[in-house]
């Protein structure tokens, strides 16, 4: 039997504290399993930001999609992850990846490194984050035997670390173009990186839960409408060509619901997380699917 659907939403807005409080709560109203936010600079802080949102909601996870490595020193880093799985009641879930904007790193004074390198930063992190909190003697004490490990990446030695160590397996279903942007990839193309993930993960005693961040929802008769900014931001692509994509969900409620479907069945894909401004847009896609798995 193929796992449960688990949506996420990763929140990209800062906010003050009531309005912040209040959008987390809509996200648990509209049936969100996940609560999640990203790691860039100018946005909000991971940590407080999940502790607040925990205290504003009753039921959600709480998630970090993903933390950049790069910004973070391992043995500080697990003293935060304890401490907010702590105050958050066991409700934490760690995403870590290898960060990607190098401006960012400039602006913090931080090295960037090659991709190489902060692989190699990365796998040092999960590694000393496993042995820390691993350890029983460890303060403070996380709330979870075991605060669940996403890692999210594309690449063969991202891959392989996923395989290794992560609880969840998160595909961005795009890649880091040259010049820092991100370039979809196609279904091929994710069908290829998911079986090398497979491949690689095969002797895995527990299946990882495999996640896809989508990158655009619109329930609309109209895709064509709904499209046009994007497409006049890459005119490399088609209308055609767009709507295959696996990071796009866009059509009529019912060819949403069954592209979510299809995706689960060609991928495995079980944890979906929408971005802030789709939140509601994908609200009537979850409950369609909750209604035929109750």
Not at 104 to 125: I, K, M, N, W, Y
Not at 204 to 212: G, I, K, M, N, T
Request: glycine share 8%; with cysteine.
């Amino acid at each position: 039997m193929p796992r449960p659907f688990r949506f996420g939403v990763n929140m990209l807005t800062p906010a003050s504290a009531a309005e912040w409080r209040a959008k987390c709560r809509r996200a648990e109203e509209l049936g969100y399993d996940v609560i999640l936010v990203p790691d860039h600079l100018g946005w909000v802080a991971p940590f407080p930001a999940l502790v607040a949102a925990a205290q504003a909601t009753e039921r959600v996870r709480v998630g970090t999609l993903v933390l950049n490595a790069g910004f973070h020193n391992p043995t500080l880093l697990a003293r935060e992850v304890a401490t907010t799985d702590a105050l958050t009641g066991g409700r934490l879930e760690l995403g870590l990846g290898t960060g990607y904007v190098q401006e960012e790193h400039e602006a913090a004074g931080l090295p960037f490194g090659s991709p190489g390198e902060r692989v190699d930063h990365l796998r040092r992190t999960v590694e000393e984050l496993n042995r820390l909190l691993g350890s029983p003697e460890y303060q403070p004490r996380p709330e979870q035997d075991r605060v669940p490990l996403l890692i999210g990446g594309n690449g063969d030695r991202m891959l392989r670390l996923t395989a290794e160590h992560a609880d969840i397996a998160a595909f961005p279903g795009a890649r880091t173009g040259n010049t820092g942007s991100l370039q979809p990839l196609t279904a091929d193309e994710l069908d290829e990186r998911v079986g090398r993930y497979r491949e690689l993960a095969s002797g895995r005693a527990e299946p990882a839960e495999l996640s896809l961040l989508i990158q655009q929802v619109a329930v609309t008769d109209d895709p064509e409408s709904a499209l046009k900014p994007v497409l006049e931001r890459r005119p490399d692509l088609t209308l055609e060509t767009m709507l295959e994509l696996p990071i796009m969900l866009v059509g009529p409620l019912e060819d949403v619901v069954a592209r979510v479907r299809a995706q689960r069945e060609r991928y495995g894909f079980t944890n979906l997380t929408v971005l802030e401004p789709q939140m509601e847009a994908f609200a009537p896609v979850i409950e369609r699917l909750r209604a035929e798995s109750a």
